[in-house]
């Protein structure tokens, strides 16, 4: 079974950028036609951060997160990234990897329950 193995969260101060990274291991990226980003505060819920489809043609972002954070993805390389600019404190969260099977467009990409593999996440904390 393909796992989902995030990387690249850290440390950084407010205003700077860090990429995350969200490999497949022990398969392709080729079975998901829609990878996504999600994260989690404590004491939150788990929020839609952005997704992308199979081809990189559609991407979709949360309105908190539009013009700051842009995914993409190397289906050569099997991983999806996030790069994120211009943190802030409220952007602190584990952040998540997420595929789903389908193509999804609009809202209905932000729905969690939708995707049915997850990586373990990648803590990303953003000092003021």
């Known amino acids: 079974q393909v796992q989902l193995v995030e990387s690249g969260g850290g440390l950084v101060q407010a205003g700077g950028s860090l990429r995350l990274s969200c490999a497949a291991s022990g398969g392709t990226f080729s079975r998901y036609r829609t990878v996504g980003w999600f994260r989690q505060a404590p004491g939150r819920e788990r929020e839609f951060v952005a997704a992308?489809?199979?081809?990189?043609?559609?991407?979709y972002y949360a309105d908190s997160v539009k013009g700051r954070f842009t995914i993409s993805r190397d289906n050569v390389k099997n991983t999806v990234y996030l790069q994120m600019n211009s943190l802030k404190p409220d952007d602190a969260a584990v952040y998540y990897c997420?595929?789903?099977?389908?193509?999804?467009?609009?809202?209905?990409?932000?729905?969690?329950?939708?995707?049915?593999?997850w990586g373990q996440g990648t803590q990303v904390t953003v000092s003021s």
């Open positions: 992308i489809s199979w081809t990189g043609s559609s991407t």
């Open positions: 997420a595929a789903r099977s389908d193509y999804c467009s609009g809202s209905g990409c932000r729905l969690r329950y939708e995707y049915g593999y």
